[in-house]
């Protein structure tokens, strides 16, 4: 079974376990989840296409910026056609063109993870290795699995620490709006969309507490996959298209501007550190 397709049977046990424990209940979330899955189609597989390269080398002269991707699917970049589509690589890319230097993109998502696994994705860095920037997506599998709210948020705060103690500037990109998936039908969808809100807003908390920023996906690009879900979603309508993180890279790439100072205005639905606002 497909990563996708293990999610959505766990988004139908998340229902079961918040509230609805009628015989009739649960076998409405059972229908409801078999549904999502045959509208979904034909699975991604389990690898996101491998994009790590130091991007515009020739187009550009000097040192390359180092730039870590840590998180989920979504970070990994499932659903992207061309390597160049993969959320790294249109971050690097984007970076490459507004400061005129190459960007080395080194990818340690892995597709289907939750926040625990991030640890892990920082024990297999190379030793030495340090980025000057790090983004980091993850938090709808921690949804459709139950996770508290209080254990990811906890788990994502420690990531963020130790890549600070790293000098590494951090960027978060919350949790997205579950609600945008259209193939779960209601009610999973909307109690999907409540839960991933809860965890963006603890992920926004802790990450401005422990001096990272932090983009609120949900508020940022979000509206673009509920209006046009179409054209931002792949072909399993679960993850999303070359043109859905074209979208995603261009909500994160102000604030990685930001926390590496290359910018100084702070969009909305962006939140710097605490300690920034402070002073």
Same mark, same amino acid.
């Not at 079961?16 to 991604?44: D, F, N, S």
């Not at 994009?51 to 910026?65: E, Q, R």
């Not at 931002?232 to 100072?261: E, I, N, Q, W």
């Given at each position: 079974?497909? %990563?996708?397709?293990?999610?959505?049977?766990?988004?139908?046990?998340?229902?079961?376990?918040?509230?609805?424990?009628?015989?009739?209940? +649960?076998?409405?979330?059972?229908?409801? =989840?078999?549904?999502?899955?045959?509208?979904?189609?034909?699975?991604?597989?389990?690898?996101?296409?491998?994009?790590?390269?130091?991007?515009?080398?020739?187009?550009?002269?000097?040192?390359? /910026?180092? @730039?870590?991707? /840590?998180?989920?699917?979504?970070?990994?970049?499932?659903?992207?056609?061309?390597?160049?589509?993969?959320?790294?690589? %249109?971050?690097?890319?984007? /970076?490459?063109?507004?400061?005129?230097?190459?960007?080395?993109?080194?990818?340690? *998502?892995?597709?289907?993870?939750?926040?625990?696994?991030?640890?892990?994705?920082?024990?297999?860095?190379?030793?030495?290795?340090?980025?000057?920037?790090?983004?980091?997506?993850?938090?709808?599998?921690?949804?459709?699995?139950?996770?508290?709210?209080?254990?990811?948020?906890?788990?994502?705060?420690? =990531?963020?620490?130790? @890549?600070?103690?790293?000098?590494?500037?951090?960027?978060?990109?919350?949790?997205? $709006?579950?609600?945008?998936?259209?193939?779960?039908?209601?009610?999973?969808?909307?109690?999907?969309?409540?839960?991933?809100?809860?965890?963006?807003?603890?992920?926004?908390?802790? *990450?401005? +507490?422990?001096?990272?920023?932090?983009?609120?996906?949900?508020?940022?690009?979000?509206? !673009?996959?509920?209006?046009?879900? $179409?054209?931002? !979603?792949? @072909? $399993?309508?679960?993850?999303?298209?070359?043109?859905?993180?074209?979208?995603?890279?261009?909500?994160?790439?102000?604030?990685?501007?930001?926390?590496?100072?290359?910018? *100084?205005?702070?969009? !909305?639905?962006?939140?710097?550190?605490?300690?920034?606002?402070? $002073?």
């Amino acid at each position: 079974m497909s %990563r996708t397709r293990s999610a959505l049977l766990a988004v139908g046990a998340l229902a079961a376990g918040v509230g609805v424990t009628t015989g009739g209940g +649960r076998e409405l979330l059972r229908r409801q =989840a078999a549904i999502a899955r045959a509208r979904i189609g034909k699975p991604l597989g389990e690898d996101a296409l491998a994009a790590d390269k130091t991007w515009k080398k020739k187009t550009y002269g000097g040192a390359p /910026l180092h @730039l870590l991707v /840590l998180g989920d699917s979504i970070a990994a970049g499932l659903g992207a056609e061309r390597p160049k589509d993969t959320l790294g690589a %249109r971050i690097a890319r984007d /970076l490459a063109k507004r400061l005129h230097r190459p960007v080395a993109l080194h990818t340690a *998502a892995v597709v289907g993870s939750e926040t625990s696994a991030l640890a892990g994705q920082l024990d297999g860095l190379a030793p030495g290795y340090v980025a000057d920037v790090a983004v980091i997506v993850v938090g709808g599998n921690d949804v459709t699995h139950r996770v508290p709210v209080s254990t990811s948020a906890a788990q994502l705060e420690e =990531a963020i620490l130790r @890549l600070r103690v790293e000098g590494t500037a951090v960027v978060v990109g919350t949790c997205p $709006d579950l609600g945008a998936l259209r193939p779960v039908p209601q009610p999973l969808r909307s109690l999907g969309s409540r839960m991933s809100k809860q965890l963006a807003a603890a992920q926004a908390e802790v *990450a401005v +507490r422990s001096g990272a920023h932090a983009v609120s996906l949900a508020h940022v690009v979000g509206p !673009f996959f509920i209006t046009n879900p $179409d054209e931002m !979603f792949s @072909l $399993d309508r679960f993850h999303p298209s070359a043109l859905g993180y074209k979208r995603t890279a261009k909500a994160l790439v102000p604030s990685v501007l930001l926390a590496l100072g290359h910018e *100084a205005t702070v969009p !909305f639905g962006h939140h710097q550190p605490r300690d920034l606002v402070a $002073d």
